[in-house]
Nanobody
Framework: VQLQASGGGLVQAGGSLRLSCATS????????MGWFRQAPGKEREFVATIRRNGDGTYYADSVKGRFTVSRDNAKNTVYLQMNILKPEDTAVYYC??????????????????WGQGTLVTVSS
């Protein structure tokens, strides 16, 4: 399984970006999908997750109300719409796939496959 994240870039504070993560293989619709981020000098942290059918989404408190995760199972793609971006959102963003839909969705160890990351830089 290969995951390809894209859509990162440089944006001013208050702006928006939409990240995409295209996934290979036929089992995409059976995976829970997550987004994580890692800022320089910091640990990787949970951002958002979406259940396999898109019927459940969960967010870190720091992004709740600003970010929206969605998926298109026909396109094997998961998205992260990021609005009202802040400088503290600057990080490399990673998408990840969880084969078993773990209840421990905030833990990066729950995810089996990872994309290469896409850099988001928010200027003040």
């Amino acid at each position: 399984v290969q995951l390809q994240a894209s859509g990162g870039g440089l944006v001013q504070a208050g702006g928006s970006l939409r990240l995409s993560c295209a996934t290979s293989g036929r089992a995409f619709s059976t995976y829970a999908m997550g987004w994580f981020r890692q800022a320089p000098g910091k640990e990787r942290e949970f951002v958002a997750t979406i259940r396999r059918n898109g019927d459940g989404t969960y967010y870190a408190d720091s992004v709740k109300g600003r970010f929206t995760v969605s998926r298109d199972n026909a396109k094997n793609t998961v998205y992260l719409q990021m609005n009202i971006l802040k400088p503290e959102d600057t990080a490399v963003y990673y998408c990840a796939a969880d084969r078993f839909g773990s209840s421990s969705y905030r833990a990066w160890l729950s995810y089996d496959y990872w994309g290469q990351g896409t850099l988001v830089t928010v200027s003040s």
